[in-house]
């Protein structure tokens, strides 16, 4: 989970205990604060980009014709979930797809959803997976990823944080396998290195922060859903280094890295985490893009975690809220940034596909 939508579920919570404030208050107080929420809400909780002014970078491509031989087919489930195909073996990343509502995350308990989960894989026909790689333990990533491993018999990659939320949903200790940074991981044709990256960077709003807590980083036994969205801690962000062949992949979820983490590779194809990236500082925009497009200099960048990841997948997917994003911004950004380069820029709608290479 990208630190917008701890944003939102922070930021109601706040407004939560506001609420049971004022309940001791008069009633022209109340009404006064209702009538502030309801004009801050519509404000705040409308998408922070137009689609359609992006319409040239979308493929739209639904991917129901055959893979070409050698060639990598990549189909985007929302958030950062990516299924990879190669017409032979199948992985994914994260595959979250309950995608519960903002009040709901704010407010209740939330669990996968096994009836949304399951027209999820069928709709984008996720027949042959082989292995289900986890970035970080938030909730919008991890979630889902063991009832999908369930259902497709996949096995399930990720850190100690991911693989108690797998053992808490009933997952074996074979279905599962904790990362070890660096070393590659062979399936199929394809082979995946996990590389150690950082969260987006923490925020503070009205006096609460989503950082992660020093004294408890990680999920320490195993989590039983349905739990609160804030039981699903990071445990550790992770980037994955995906070769096929002589064609390089790496996929980063999160706004943020570690300096120097990627000097040694390079990739044709980026997945780029772009979401808060220009809410960021001046200096830290210019540092992440040095560390990642300028670094790898792929011929394809593909932003992720740009999606309202509170509005269902059989929807149209719409840029995150303006309550704790700019997508505009961060578009604007990207295309700064790459402008002048031989590097092409596409958007995926959900479900949408595109051969990569």
Same mark, same amino acid.
């Given at each position: 989970?990208? @630190?917008?939508?701890?944003?939102?579920?922070?930021?109601?919570?706040?407004?939560?205990?506001?609420?049971?404030? +004022?309940?001791?208050?008069?009633?022209? !107080?109340?009404?006064?604060?209702?009538?502030?929420?309801?004009?801050?809400? $519509? @404000?705040?909780?409308?998408?922070?980009?137009?689609?359609?002014?992006?319409?040239?970078?979308?493929? $739209? $491509?639904?991917?129901?014709?055959?893979?070409?031989?050698?060639?990598?087919?990549?189909?985007?489930?929302?958030? !950062?979930?990516?299924?990879?195909?190669?017409?032979?073996?199948?992985?994914?990343?994260?595959?979250?797809? !309950?995608?519960?509502?903002?009040?709901?995350?704010?407010?209740?308990?939330?669990?996968?959803?096994?009836?949304?989960?399951?027209?999820?894989?069928?709709?984008?026909?996720?027949?042959?997976?082989?292995?289900?790689?986890? @970035? $970080?333990?938030?909730?919008?990533?991890?979630?889902?990823?063991?009832?999908?491993?369930?259902?497709?018999?996949?096995? +399930?990659?990720?850190?100690?944080?991911?693989?108690?939320?797998?053992?808490?949903? *009933?997952?074996?200790?074979?279905?599962?396998?904790?990362?070890?940074?660096?070393? &590659?991981?062979?399936?199929?044709?394809?082979?995946?290195?996990?590389?150690?990256?950082?969260?987006?960077?923490?925020?503070?709003?009205?006096?609460?922060?989503?950082?992660?807590? &020093?004294?408890?980083?990680?999920?320490?036994? &195993?989590?039983?859903?349905?739990?609160?969205?804030?039981?699903?801690?990071?445990?550790?962000?992770?980037?994955?280094?995906?070769?096929?062949?002589?064609?390089?992949?790496?996929?980063?979820?999160?706004?943020?890295?570690?300096?120097?983490?990627?000097?040694?590779?390079?990739?044709?194809?980026?997945?780029?985490?772009?979401?808060?990236?220009?809410?960021?500082?001046?200096?830290?925009?210019?540092?992440?893009?040095?560390?990642?497009?300028?670094?790898?200099?792929?011929?394809?960048?593909?932003?992720?975690?740009?999606?309202?990841?509170?509005?269902?997948?059989?929807? &149209?997917?719409?840029?995150?809220?303006?309550? *704790?994003?700019?997508?505009?911004?961060?578009?604007?950004?990207?295309?700064?940034?790459?402008?002048?380069?031989?590097?092409?820029?596409?958007?995926?709608?959900?479900?949408?596909?595109?051969?990569?290479?």
């Amino acid at each position: 989970m990208v @630190c917008h939508d701890r944003f939102f579920v922070i930021f109601l919570m706040v407004m939560a205990e506001k609420t049971n404030l +004022l309940k001791k208050q008069n009633l022209s !107080s109340i009404l006064l604060y209702v009538s502030f929420v309801f004009f801050f809400s $519509h @404000c705040v909780l409308s998408p922070s980009g137009n689609l359609t002014n992006y319409d040239s970078y979308f493929p $739209h $491509h639904n991917g129901t014709d055959p893979i070409p031989k050698g060639k990598v087919r990549a189909t985007f489930l929302g958030t !950062s979930s990516i299924l990879l195909d190669d017409g032979e073996t199948q992985i994914l990343t994260d595959g979250f797809f !309950s995608r519960p509502s903002i009040w709901k995350t704010a407010f209740s308990k939330i669990e996968s959803d096994p009836k949304t989960v399951l027209s999820v894989i069928e709709k984008a026909k996720i027949n042959r997976l082989q292995a289900i790689f986890v @970035c $970080h333990s938030h909730y919008d990533h991890v979630m889902d990823a063991p009832f999908v491993a369930k259902q497709t018999k996949a096995k +399930l990659y990720g850190s100690s944080s991911t693989l108690n939320v797998g053992t808490g949903a *009933g997952l074996t200790s074979e279905q599962m396998q904790k990362f070890i940074p660096g070393k &590659p991981i062979t399936i199929g044709k394809f082979t995946i290195t996990v590389l150690e990256s950082k969260h987006t960077p923490p925020f503070r709003i009205l006096g609460k922060t989503n950082a992660t807590d &020093p004294n408890h980083p990680n999920i320490e036994s &195993p989590l039983i859903q349905p739990v609160k969205a804030m039981d699903f801690i990071e445990g550790g962000t992770f980037d994955f280094f995906i070769q096929h062949g002589k064609n390089k992949i790496l996929i980063k979820s999160s706004t943020n890295f570690v300096e120097g983490a990627l000097d040694k590779f390079n990739a044709d194809v980026l997945f780029l985490g772009i979401a808060q990236i220009s809410l960021q500082s001046i200096s830290f925009q210019d540092e992440y893009l040095n560390q990642t497009i300028q670094t790898l200099k792929p011929k394809l960048i593909i932003p992720i975690h740009w999606d309202n990841f509170f509005k269902s997948l059989s929807e &149209p997917l719409e840029p995150n809220l303006q309550l *704790g994003d700019d997508f505009d911004a961060n578009m604007s950004s990207i295309l700064k940034r790459t402008e002048g380069q031989k590097m092409e820029i596409k958007l995926l709608q959900g479900f949408e596909s595109i051969d990569l290479f």
